[in-house]
């Protein structure tokens, strides 16, 4: 199974920015769908964006529309969560998820993945 691991993530001021990696060791993520989602205490954990194995596909949750962007560098084998002006809403729990679709293929809903990183903390305060 694909093993996940974000990084990136920390505290920042309201307006900052940060950007989030997930990687894997192993496998190659060429033929995965990755997703980014998130969790804040004491709310369910929501999709974020995600992108096609292909790169030319993404989505992305219409409350980080214009914000957020996603994408992967097959050849580092990782993809790339960049949030700029980041907000204190955003502060959450941030899970890179993959699964194997057609290149094309891109969702946000988490039943749809099968392997899942631990998760990095992103803190968003002045």
């Known amino acids: 199974q694909l093993q996940l691991v974000e990084s990136g993530g920390g505290l920042v001021q309201p307006g900052g920015s940060l950007r989030l990696s997930c990687t894997t060791s192993g496998f190659t993520l060429d033929y995965y769908t990755i997703g980014w989602f998130r969790q804040a205490p004491g709310k369910e954990r929501e999709g974020v964006s995600c992108?096609?194995?292909?790169?030319?596909?993404?989505n992305y949750a219409d409350s980080v529309k214009g914000r957020f962007t996603i994408s992967r560098d097959n050849a580092k084998n990782t993809v790339y969560l960049q949030m700029n002006s980041l907000k204190p809403e955003d502060t959450a729990v941030y899970y890179c998820?993959?699964?194997?679709?057609?290149?094309?293929?891109?969702?946000?809903?988490?039943?749809?993945?099968?392997?899942w990183g631990q998760g990095t903390q992103v803190t968003v305060s002045s």
């Open positions: 998820a993959g699964a194997f679709f057609a290149p094309t293929v891109q969702t946000m809903s988490e039943y749809e993945y099968d392997s």
């Open positions: 992108i096609s194995s292909s790169g030319g596909n993404t």
